[in-house]
């Protein structure tokens, strides 16, 4: 069964040169031209992906994306957001709405193509978690693939599937520093360019879910001019968390 598409654009000439080239690489494709109608028919249609753009008439992309991440239905389908809207500000605004994937107009449509691929390989919609079949622990930390879960000490943490990932490539290589070239080519599947503002969104946001305080990381650590570290006290070191603070 051909993966379904569905591209969200008011600009009539793009909407029609992306669902065509998606349809010339194997993919069923289904357009809406406004907000409302895109929200409506992604919960209709549940489709493998959503293309999304963000000045939209009606209800704008971002608002879109929002709501489309608070339904249980649509929360999981993966988001490529395609603007004109360059700005880093609006880069952060776009990921911290649910997307997964941004994409500035002009842009390549193999690029475009690529970025698809990775996104549907990565969620599977071809889900990574079938390439973790082991449950990944150190420390406090217990990695759970199906579920895109992490338990965290005591507490279940639910993950993105982007998430998931980051915090799988990071665990990995626990004590280690990560360069943001390695974790895009590793979990967003495409070759790194200079903007690395997308992984440092989802940095934060993995942030707020582990740091007692995320402003001064203590798990989760920036290695300036180099990438990300993650460092986890080992389970002798959590047993003596545990008998200081009982």
Request: negative net charge.
């Amino acid at each position: 069964m051909m993966p379904r598409i569905l591209v969200i654009d008011d600009d009539a000439a793009i909407a029609e040169l992306v669902a065509v080239n998606l349809e010339m690489a194997g993919y069923e494709v289904t357009q809406a031209e406004d907000g409302i109608k895109g929200q409506a028919l992604a919960i209709q249609l549940l489709p493998d992906l959503i293309v999304l753009d963000l000045m939209l008439p009606r209800v704008d992309g971002f608002t879109v994306c929002q709501r489309l991440r608070r339904d249980d239905r649509t929360s999981d389908i993966p988001v490529l957001m395609l603007t004109a809207l360059s700005q880093t500000q609006d880069k952060v605004e776009g990921f911290n709405s649910g997307a997964d994937d941004y994409l500035t107009k002009p842009f390549e449509l193999e690029e475009m193509l690529a970025r698809v691929r990775a996104l549907l390989r990565r969620t599977d919609r071809i889900p990574q978690a079938a390439k973790h079949s082991e449950i990944l622990n150190y420390g406090p930390l217990t990695l759970v693939p199906e579920r895109f879960e992490a338990v965290w000490y005591v507490n279940t943490v639910k993950l993105t599937h982007l998430e998931f990932e980051l915090l799988h490539c990071l665990l990995q290589r626990h004590g280690q520093t990560v360069s943001p070239s390695e974790i895009l080519k590793e979990v967003w599947g495409y070759d790194p360019d200079d903007d690395i503002e997308t992984i440092r969104v989802h940095i934060r946001h993995l942030r707020t879910k582990m740091e007692p305080d995320p402003r001064h990381p203590r798990y989760i650590k920036t290695v300036y001019g180099a990438g990300y570290c993650l460092e986890l006290p080992s389970n002798e070191q959590v047993a003596e968390e545990s008998k200081s603070s009982a």
